[in-house]
């Protein structure tokens, strides 16, 4: 992978295909960067219809998911994954930028 590629893990594709076919749609996710959380920025997953004009697409197994360009400064080099663990199951970034972490696994500091 190459240090600007994101990718979507084959557990978040198949966990958004599972998604539109719950809904009886597509749907995509939007992953984005906001300001806050304990550790500086926080992760924000959403579920859409569309892609904006000015989105990245990353695609898997015919799975989307979709970056802002604000965001994408934070997240070069990531892994968009879904986790299906006995605390819950949750979209995650693994983002190799992230120096520190807070405990919730959705806040961190670059």
Do not use: W
């Not at 924000?44 to 219809?49: G, M, N, P, S």
């Not at 965001?71 to 990531?78: E, P």
């Amino acid at each position: 992978m190459s240090e600007t590629a994101l990718t979507l893990s084959p557990s978040a594709a198949a966990r958004l295909h599972d998604l539109s076919k719950s809904q009886g749609r597509p749907v995509l996710l939007r992953v984005a960067v906001d300001g806050g959380g304990c550790s500086g920025f926080q992760y924000r997953f959403d579920l859409v219809d569309a892609a904006e004009p000015d989105d990245l697409k990353i695609e898997h197994d015919g799975a989307v998911a979709v970056i802002d360009d604000v965001s994408l400064a934070l997240l070069q080099g990531s892994e968009i994954d879904f986790v299906d663990e006995l605390a819950g199951a949750e979209f995650r970034v693994k983002n190799p930028n992230a120096k520190t972490s807070c405990g919730c696994g959705v806040s961190f500091a670059i």
